[in-house]
């Protein structure tokens, strides 16, 4: 998910449960619009590749995100701005308080994508 608050979300995703979350969040950063001024993207360490980095500098983004602490060459973060990340948390908690998003009862992806949606709507009124 991309998420730009904790009620507002950018972009979405599903991924299997045996798949690296990586590929599709590069699919989604990609898919967005390139920002006109360098914009900040605070990442999750499941998203420190190299790969992953270098697709989002090259549109546009500064990328805020740690490294693995078995880095062979770590580099440096804005440790400050990192701590805001916690906002996009918060959506995932206001998104797990819908218990059908939160139990995942719906084995199709389009219908539990669908109330995931839904939800997110929801968040978005109040």
């Given at each position: 998910?991309?998420?730009a608050n904790d009620k507002l979300a950018l972009g979405l995703s599903l991924s299997g449960g045996n798949?690296?979350?990586a590929p599709e969040g590069r699919k989604l950063i990609t898919s967005m619009i390139k920002?006109?001024?360098?914009?900040?993207?605070?990442?999750?360490?499941?998203?420190e590749g190299d790969e992953t980095r270098k697709t989002a500098e090259?549109?546009?983004?500064i990328t805020?995100?740690?490294?693995?602490?078995?880095?062979?060459?770590?580099?440096?973060?804005?440790?400050e701005?990192?701590?805001?990340?916690?906002?996009?948390?918060r959506?995932?908690?206001?998104?797990k308080e819908f218990r059908r998003i939160f139990t995942r009862y719906d084995k199709l992806d389009d219908i539990f994508i669908g109330f995931v949606y839904f939800?997110?709507?929801?968040?978005?009124?109040k």
């Open positions: 998910m991309v998420s798949e690296h979350d920002p006109g001024t360098k914009t900040r993207l605070l990442m999750d360490k499941a998203y090259e549109l546009g983004y805020i995100v740690p490294p693995k602490v078995n880095r062979n060459n770590p580099w440096k973060y804005d440790k701005l990192y701590k805001q990340r916690n906002i996009v948390e959506l995932f908690r206001r998104i939800g997110l709507s929801i968040i978005m009124i």
